[in-house]
């Protein structure tokens, strides 16, 4: 059974940075592409980020240069390192395949960027 855990977020002044990472749990996890997503309040969730089982990524614009995903696919694990954060970043943040599986979002991490 696949599920996703997802933490490491917290509140951070802006300027500053964060790792956020992504336990899964079931097989065959590296072969799926997997993403980081986010949601702010009064908003839809958004894709910020995507890895393929090869590596390969892909980035939202609004945090190109800013934020990097990586995985280990023996850990089963994915990372989000967030830098250079700004109040625009504050949302909840989740992981999960891409395209994503409704049935797989997990309870995401709180990200918030206040001084």
């Known amino acids: 059974q696949v599920h996703f855990v997802e933490s490491g977020g917290g509140l951070v002044q802006p300027g500053g940075s964060l790792r956020l990472s992504c336990a899964a749990s079931?097989?065959?996890?590296?072969?799926?592409?997997m993403g980081w997503y986010r949601q702010a309040p009064g908003k839809q969730r958004e894709l910020v980020a995507i890895?393929?089982?090869?590596?390969?990524?892909n980035y939202a614009d609004s945090v190109k240069g800013r934020f990097t995903i990586s995985r280990d696919n023996a850990k089963k694990t994915v990372h989000l390192q967030m830098n250079s954060l700004n109040p625009e970043d504050t949302a909840v943040y989740y992981c999960?395949?891409?395209?994503?599986?409704?049935?797989?979002w997990g309870q995401g991490t709180q990200v918030t960027v206040s001084s």
């Open positions: 890895i393929i089982g090869g590596g390969d990524t």
């Open positions: 999960n395949r891409n395209p994503y599986n409704d049935q797989l």
């Open positions: 079931g097989n065959f996890f590296s072969i799926y592409a």
